[in-house]
């Protein structure tokens, strides 16, 4: 805004458009654009307008998502046809929704009775307010990226155990993608066995902020593996602070100077960890050693296992493309699920619900190409703040 404040100045004081134009580094249908928002609106005008979509890709208009709440009140036995077809009687200079979209609505403000289903024995993981024992959280993140040496950037990839401190993996890794942080986790998970959970931020790749529920191909491995995910506030790193407070001593003494090349960073990271784990006595735990409250998880990582449906009415694995394919009808999930089997459920006529393993992902129809996703079953959970 400073910027555009001095450039509408110097237009007012009498300078040429072309000139400040060239000066600013800006053309001059944007030089034009910033004077005439400024003479519109006055300073505001100056100001950055929100990108946020007025209205977000396949939302319904409140109108009509109220409407079918109605229709569905004052005619309890009707279904998702029914309404939708006297919300085309109603409105018909608006494009109808789908039966799916209907049904979501209706599932939404718990207008829909869902059959009873028989409880599966699912790992959880327990209650995260006041962790006491190892493996019951551990603590994810990447600290900030630096460059090395040869000019190439290094990602720490950290893992720590909530309640002992005790750090898991340090691994410097050359970039944040899916695949070099599974094989991360993969390594330590073998090594130390499985938590009940793992706190996280929502970035990549723990979270996809495009994805269904932003969910990620990371978390649904973890999912599988019968970890249950927490994703710490958005904007709140406070929420996640012993793991902060850890980067802070690793930036300090591991970090500056970067090291020439990632093999001689994860040399100084090696040396780290062995000394933030068994050499440095921690205030917070007593002036003892991580090394001295750590123990190995009991659960061993033996890779995953395909669920099961024994409930639902067909097993489908979504393609690499995310999508679920019935003959030759492609119904568009998210790709976060590609290569995983999920299940197919008839809830109302012609109208199914898609799961992935105890979680209700949708509902698609026999008309649209997309799945309406169900109220979200991956919510994060709303943490205290940590103490450092």
Not at 257 to 282: G, K, M, V, Y
Not at 329 to 334: G, V, Y
Request: aromatic share 10%; charged share 25%.
């Amino acid at each position: 805004m400073d910027e555009r404040l001095k450039f509408v100045a110097r237009l007012l004081d009498g300078e040429q458009m072309t000139a400040l134009c060239r000066e600013f580094g800006i053309s001059r249908k944007t030089g034009y654009k910033i004077y005439n928002r400024y003479k519109e609106i006055g300073l505001d005008g100056l100001k950055n307008k929100s990108r946020r979509p007025i209205r977000l890709a396949n939302q319904l208009p409140f109108q009509i998502e109220r409407q079918i709440v109605a229709i569905k009140k004052e005619h309890p036995t009707w279904g998702a046809l029914k309404i939708r077809e006297k919300l085309i009687r109603e409105y018909p200079d608006i494009k109808p929704p789908a039966k799916s979209t209907v049904h979501a609505v209706l599932d939404r403000h718990g207008l829909v009775k869902r059959r009873r289903k028989r409880r599966r024995h699912k790992a959880q993981g327990t209650e995260l307010l006041h962790v006491s024992t190892p493996n019951a959280l551990w603590c994810a993140d990447y600290k900030g990226e630096f460059q090395l040496g040869n000019q190439k950037y290094c990602y720490p990839l950290t893992i720590t155990d909530y309640h002992s401190r005790y750090l898991l993996a340090c691994e410097a890794l050359e970039s944040t993608k899916e695949p070099f942080a599974q094989t991360t986790f993969e390594r330590i998970f073998k090594e130390y066995g499985l938590p009940d959970a793992i706190r996280t931020d929502n970035g990549v790749p723990f979270a996809s902020p495009n994805a269904l529920f932003n969910m990620s191909k990371l978390s649904v491995w973890w999912l599988k593996l019968g970890i249950a995910i927490e994703r710490i506030k958005p904007g709140n790193p406070q929420q996640n602070g012993r793991h902060e407070r850890m980067h802070l001593t690793l930036k300090k003494e591991a970090t500056k100077p970067a090291s020439f090349n990632c093999l001689q960073q994860q040399a100084r990271f090696d040396d780290f960890i062995e000394e933030f784990n068994n050499d440095r006595p921690h205030q917070a735990l007593g002036m003892k050693y991580p090394g001295e409250l750590y123990t190995p998880s009991t659960r061993v990582y033996t890779g995953t296992e395909e669920p099961q449906y024994p409930f639902h009415d067909r097993t489908i694995r979504i393609t690499n493309c995310g999508r679920i394919c019935i003959g030759r009808r492609k119904i568009n999930l998210s790709r976060a699920f590609s290569g995983q089997l999920v299940g197919i459920r008839e809830v109302a006529d012609e109208i199914w619900l898609v799961s992935f393993m105890e979680y209700d992902l949708g509902f698609f129809d026999q008309d649209e190409g997309h799945v309406q996703p169900a109220p979200n079953p991956f919510v994060p959970k709303v943490l205290p703040m940590s103490p450092v």
